[in-house]
């Protein structure tokens, strides 16, 4: 049982690149979740999905793209990298209904 | 717009002492929610507080929430080195079919001999 799992864990781009992260998890959830953790900012969500095919915006969701295909994985696009989405990436699942969230391992992204 | 306060944002204190994290959020929300971070690492969960008065412990941490005044406190009841680390609150409002965290900006905390 891997958890959640983040690859990878770190990348370079140069501006205007496009990558995806990847996130898959291996415990069944229904809801996954990306944040981007910037120094005194704390977290924050870009992207959720409360299940396969069903996807939202988070608090800042600009120049990301998600899809879920799978329960299984929940890919995060760049679609044109800028030095702003410098940044650590972490990708989180849970359950539905009142139950905690498991963050993955993290993907630190710089934008050069 | 949901809004999580945290503070203080840093704190240095002594092993042995005891001290106090709080966590306030501007809207009502269903559940409340405590992480350790050490540098460089992932989120570990601590706590899930989901009714007012709800009160959770964990060796020397412990957790409590009152939903009217919209406020959790994390207690640290004689620090030790190891509890270094910072901390985070989040909540969530998952109304109308929403989720994902709000999180606060976290308290960095370092617990000195």
């Known amino acids: 049982n891997a958890g959640v799992t983040q690859t990878p864990k770190f990348q370079v781009l140069k501006t205007g690149q496009s990558m995806t992260l990847q996130c898959a998890q291996d415990?069944?959830?229904?809801?996954m979740s990306w944040y981007r953790q910037d120094p005194g900012m704390g977290l924050r969500l870009i992207h959720y999905?409360?299940?396969?095919?069903?996807?939202d915006q988070g608090e800042v969701p600009n120049g990301y793209n998600v899809s879920r295909s799978t329960t299984e994985d929940f890919p995060l696009r760049l679609l044109s990298a800028a030095p702003s989405q410098t940044s650590v990436y972490f990708c989180?699942?849970?359950?539905?209904?009142?139950?905690?969230?498991?963050f993955g391992q993290g993907t630190r992204l710089t934008v050069v | 717009e949901l809004k999580v306060e945290q503070n203080p944002l840093f704190l240095s204190m002594q092993e042995g002492k005891n001290y106090t994290i709080y966590c306030n959020y501007s809207?009502?929300?269903?559940?409340l929610y405590w992480y350790r971070q050490d540098p460089g690492k992932s989120l570990e969960s601590l706590f899930v507080?989901?009714?007012?008065?709800a009160v959770k412990q964990e060796g020397r941490l412990m957790a409590s929430l009152d939903t009217k005044a919209r406020l959790s406190t994390l207690h640290i009841t004689a620090a030790v080195h190891d509890l270094s680390a910072t901390y985070f609150c989040?909540?969530?409002?998952?109304?109308?079919?929403?989720?994902?965290?709000?999180f606060g900006k976290g308290t960095h905390l370092i617990i000195q001999p």
């Open positions: 809207t009502t929300s269903d559940r």
């Open positions: 989040a909540v969530t409002y998952s109304g109308g079919g929403a989720d994902g965290l709000t």
């Open positions: 415990m069944n959830h229904e809801y």
């Open positions: 999905s409360v299940g396969a095919g069903i996807t």
């Open positions: 507080l989901l009714s007012n008065g």
């Open positions: 989180a699942s849970r359950f539905q209904g009142y139950t905690e969230a498991f």
